[in-house]
């Protein structure tokens, strides 16, 4: 299954249980690039209302997903090979953060890295990592 979700500089993901930041050039790049719907928590579904027609709410969207589901998160999980391809938009800015994705070069190989110009980051950038 794929996995998309953001990141801050240092891997940070949330601060007191709530998105760190959010860009609409993400988003639209997200729907831009998978078809189908969207597996995702409610929380998340907010981010992507102009495309509910795509959103999948559901309370644990990792639970029943198959090989070619798209998962999108925001709070931490458990990096898997079932987690393959992972992509992150990684903003250029290191927030406070109480929670973190631990993401391993020794497990994980970056793929491929993507520069975007976003609305309220100068950049963020889209990178795609592979479980080795």
């Known amino acids: 299954m ?9 891997n940070g993901m949330q601060f007191n249980r709530r998105r760190q930041s959010r860009d609409r050039v993400a988003v639209a790049d997200i729907l831009a690039s998978f ?3 969207l597996r995702m928590t409610a929380y998340t579904a907010a981010l992507f209302a ?3 027609d795509r959103v999948a709410v559901l309370d644990d969207p990792l639970t029943g997903a198959g090989a070619e ?14 987690v393959s391809p992972l992509v992150v938009y990684r903003w250029d800015k290191e927030y406070p953060a ?3 994705l631990a993401l ?13 110009t976003g609305y309220s ?8 990592w592979i479980c080795r």
């Open 50 to 52: 102009e495309a509910a």
């Open 35 to 37: 078809e189908g719907a």
């Open 121 to 128: 980051h100068d950049k963020i950038t889209k990178e795609v």
């Open 98 to 100: 109480d929670q973190r």
């Open 2 to 10: 794929t996995v998309v979700t953001f990141l801050d500089a240092g």
């Open 69 to 82: 589901d798209v998962c999108v998160l925001e709070a931490p999980f458990a990096l898997s090979a079932a």
């Open 104 to 116: 391993s070069a020794d497990a994980w190989a970056l793929q491929s890295v993507t520069e975007l």
